[in-house]
């Protein structure tokens, strides 16, 4: 390390909001650091903000344009908010790509299904296995998630070790894959950490964090009390409680099926990377239909109510040939992500309309979470005993919060947002610089910024409704004939009682009557005054100002 | 009670849902009952279901159709999901109003707001007063809720008895306004209650519900140890609430103001129907701004995050003149409604980021509910000890869930949603016929059903963006000139990497010069094609599917 080298860490995504993790870090002098980048996740539209739109990763702009600067992509887990972006960014960076099996198999996945050579992606063993990266030599750090093989990354440069927690919880009994090994966290921290860079998902859970290993009699009594077909959701890559689940229905004497693609692709991507041990035998849905109901599991996808998942295809009727039924039980061995209560609901009542039974997560019987709790993150903080505590993985709200339990406790420790480039060289971070950061959609096939203004449009459609007003002008720069107009998505009859578009014809027809010669010769005015015209009329009559696309015509002598 | 007369229950909305309650009880020959409705509320729209929807009412079609059978309307307390409707509705319905003082207030309000009478509207008081109404007689029975002078209704009728709660909790101890008066409600019963027609939204929750006097202390322990500025929401109408936070402040030696126009509308109510008692002297927002911070407690409206609301605004910056800074508290004295949870969190990483602490309510020490929990449900049953129980205000989950546990403890009892009409002369309820109801949009100044397709092309237009196209047809049905189209909502740049509206023009270029003259010449057909081939070629260039208005302008020779 020369005096004018330094580290540098860069959250992307991930580090002001939940889920879209990208954090970078660099060595090497200002402006010329190599760079790696861990991580390159997605996040979920919603109908408030992002409406129609496909998916949101974070705007790699800054990245791109360094790209000949980034040695390597490291991706901590398996989780679409770590690895979901990867097919739709990685052409426009091009590093090399590290994970260990499990998450190698899914990234090279991603990379198929964008039209990229999966070759791109190396399979990387846990420590003390180690990839060169530039100046940088990086090691998978096996910890406990809801999903196997997740890891944390240990960071060597020069500069010093810094730890990247990746997602994680402290489960010493995880049912599946790695217990989380204190011992070998400690040995790795012993020689000095730098920085702990670390999820905060959950440092607002005030009780520490309970093992995957404690829900399994809970939902083994709840399976074997139950009378007619039991149903079971969770997130399909907790490969845990799948087994948890499964276990529970093949001890209940039942035969198992798993419903929906995302199930039966973790699955086997479990088999084909030998992290699953001994799965329960599972039968295909055509044999599960000619099963008595008593004798049947059903675990499926959509624990948070996607539409398009088994469980909302169920709760609207027939799926697959299965139907529920009065007697039946729906479990959710899963928590509802805020935001998504409404589409959950929508299930559990349309499940109530049909007689099933549904059990849910409120009493915390049937779930437990993936992400370390306050004095879980207080125990890391310990264990790595770092020079500086860096939250990253939270809104504001959570990285403000982690950041004063490590000041509270005496510990150097910075809230970082995306887009904040610290120099962590120091005793403490050390902000350096801001870079452009945000959202980019993908919108169908194509890449949009969010702050463009085309999901904007959408938006106030939605709000708003939407008419086209069309005028044909002559040769002579005269309206010839009548404005058309059109509307969609807004009432009929207005205040007149007569037809919406009617009424907004006359009133066309009335100012282009009145329009001078000077406006009806440039397009611009016309349009603005149709535009506010129609507006107006509209307005008047049903109380809403809607969007106006004006189409002006002009015939040429 | 002659042989065939029969007391009818027919939910026109609130049996189904949380909120918009509306509920019909009719006693005469059958299609000949008189009626009465209990209730007229609102429910509200959000983005996913109804964008651009300023309000939710029932559809009241059937009753205004039998609006001559109509002998009066009962309003059990004054929140919006139970007396919102009126103003919009009452015309529509035109009978007589009776509620007790407080929420008579609001209602006349609303039916001012709406053009109507106030006069419409009778102050009645509470029990052993009653009001006649054709066959029924009714009176107000005081009961514990989240807001003042809330009342359950004793329903008598020639067939019997029944009472309808209301919205209620078992609240000995509510700060202000009646008490849980349990041998009060045990003397209405004795003679005999056919029907308990009962509030159902809190039947999940497992203990017992606690007294508004416990949140007091700890909100008080609170205030006594902040620092900065504090500020604190709840819903304007819990004005016990109000009264423990002001107090809180109170004793803490700070001036307390009171933001939002809900929130002083409230307070100006209780004042004006006496209900309020000794309310701490508040300042005006221009007194406030001048106090140091730690003198200082606002108590502000918006604890559901709603954007215009004094909480999310003050969190974008100032608000008549007062800003939050790091150091205050905010203080959520409330729960947040499923589906509100976004609005909410993204209020508190706005705080998150001024240095504003927030505390919420997760741990249930500053806030309790106004609903009766399930033990409170079962102790309700056993005071009035009816024939039957049905079960109301809730979604279907919670009514089935209420009505098994009436069943289960030896009751009669059924699960009747909106729509569903029941004869309930007899020892337990009989569905004797389905009404069409539904859900009627306020949208603008117009009134619209839900089921009109309006509100479903604005979800396709935020969902799918809009194009529009326009083609001219020539005095022989030849196109004149090349098609115009025009987009909103959609990316500029598809997979040809020219603008998409180019794309699209040429597209439809191509198929207007192939098609036939009987195509051409038909409308219909003609905006059928073009309509199809704009989609293709959209889906093509960008892999959306808009929606499309086509505009076939037609030359007269």
Known sequence: MTKSDRLIYLPLGGAGEIGMNAYVYGYGKPGKERLILVDIGVTFPDMDSSPGV????PDIAWLETNKKRLDAIFITHAH??????LGHLWRRLGAP???RAFTAHHARRKMEDAGQSPDEVTTVSPYPETVKAGPFTVSFLPISHSIPESSGLVIDSPAGRVIHTGDFK???TPVLGEPFDEALWREVSKGGVKALVCDSTNVFSEHEGRSEASVKPEITKLVAGAKGMVVATTFASNIARLKTLAEAGQAAGRDVCLLGRAMQRMVAAGEATGIIGKFPATIPVEEARDLPRNKLMLIVTGSQGERRAASAQLSRGK?????MKDGDMFLFSSKTIPGNERGVIRIMNAYSEMGVDIVDDSAGRYHVSGHANRPDLLRMHDIVNPE??????????HLRQHTRLAIEKGRAGALLVNGMMADISGPAPDVVEYIETGRTYLDGSVQIGAMDGIVRDRIRMALNGHVTATVIMDEDDEP?????VEVMGLAELGKSNA????VVEGDLGQILMRMNDKTLRDDDKMEEAIRREVRRSVMDEIGKKPEVTVVISRLIG
């Open 54 to 57: 496909n998916l949101i990763v």
């Open 80 to 85: 679409e908010d770590h690895v979901g972006g």
């Open 97 to 99: 790509v590290y994970a």
């Open 170 to 172: 402290l489960d010493e």
């Open 319 to 323: 799926y697959l040939g299965m139907t």
């Open 388 to 397: 500086m505590v860096i939250p990253m993985h939270g809104e504001h709200r």
């Open 480 to 484: 010839l004939g009548d404005a058309w």
């Open 499 to 502: 037809p919406l578009v009617e």
